[in-house]
């Protein structure tokens, strides 16, 4: 879901250091301040093939697909930072849409298709709470990615993705004491998930240190379980918050 550290390298060398299956996509503060590429191009170095922008990773155990929109989005319609244009080159608006795409119908149609952001397509409301609504400064619009979306579209001419998980956006707003809306569910029956409940670590009211994971089940190819979950150290679950799927239908 990007955003692991401000350019830091030592997160990035752990996460790919696990013995686990991993699709990884870096957001905006992964590369730093550095405008050269040079800090990004460390970290796609270190993730190797876990790093999944604009491509796909799929696995027999657990059943799944993923495939990854542009790396180290800020949101804001399309955009590419200097950084990232250093690594990867003008890439275009419809460009990184195909990209996506295109990586998305090589994958089998068996296995759930989870799209992984950073920050989630437009289209999703321009409410200050909406899933990837501003709510930094007025006035409140949509944030989301231009090209996810019209990636979205394009692939649902031949599959529509089962899950889209992305942060970016965090869970608690700026100029309100309220919360963002967490899931959507399109009339595809594309489920799009705002995963960014920062910081992931804390501590409940007795001092015991938790750790958010959002948390997603299918059954074969069918998407049946959302939820925020909270785990403690010796990873018990604390705490969960059920994501209802049928009742978050958007227009």
Known sequence: MGDLSDGDLRLTRR???L???LAVILGNHD????RSGEILRQQLTLLGDNHCAWGQRQWSSPALSVVGARPCSAGGGYQLS???EAVYGPVTLQESARRIADAANAAPSNLPLVVLAHCGPSGLGSDPASPCGRDWKTPAIDWGDQDLALALDLMARQRPADLVVFGHMHHKLKRSSG???SLLQDRRGTAYVNAACVPRLGVDQSGRS???LSWAEFVDARLTH?????YSSDAALIHEEVLPLQNSVAC
């Open 15 to 17: 996460i790919a250091s």
């Open 19 to 21: 013995p686990y299956p």
């Open 31 to 34: 590369r730093g301040r550095d």
């Open 82 to 84: 200097k950084a990232v």
């Open 179 to 181: 919360l963002r809306q």
């Open 210 to 212: 938790l750790m958010h």
């Open 226 to 230: 959302l939820s925020h979950r909270w």
